[in-house]
């Protein structure tokens, strides 16, 4: 049975390795200490998909009242292709839509995109005209 809940301090291990699993763990980003600032600032804004007392899946969901963005979708390897991270992206959509979101955006990576593009167009998500490549910089 599957759980999806807040994540908390404890899960921290858990969601690290999901992350890492997939190439997507960013030491400066992804950080205990981060986490534990966001979700303090933003609560609910981690959310996890729960197995065996594992945090199996998660996902971070930003708002600031006029963008929203869920990143950081990730299913651990063994439990994919069960709808658990449908039920993630459910209820990241879910939470944005009770905050007054009216859309919501993410990014795929180029190495996956002709499969994770399948998938969110049949979630309903649609590309923006254009071709965007994401940029940061660590301050």
């Known amino acids: 049975m599957v759980e999806i809940r807040d994540y ?10 999901n992350l890492e699993e997939v190439g997507m763990f960013n030491p400066q980003l992804d950080t ?7 979700i303090t600032k933003n609560p609910g804004s981690v959310i996890v998909a729960v197995v065996d007392n594992h945090a199996i899946g998660n ?3 930003v708002y600031d009242g006029w963008n929203a963005f869920i990143f950081r979708l990730v ?13 993630l992206m459910d209820e990241a959509e879910s939470r944005l839509r009770k905050k007054g979101a009216k859309e919501v955006s993410l990014f795929i990576k180029e190495a996956e995109l002709e499969h994770l593009e399948r998938y969110y167009t049949k979630r309903g998500y649609v590309h923006r005209k254009g071709k965007y490549q994401a940029m940061y910089k660590i301050l």
């Open 59 to 61: 996902a971070y969901i």
């Open 32 to 38: 205990r200490e981060n986490l534990r600032i966001k």
């Open 75 to 87: 299913t651990r390897k063994g439990y994919r292709m069960q709808g658990i991270g449908s039920l």
């Open 8 to 17: 908390t301090d404890s899960d921290y291990e858990d969601v690290k390795i």
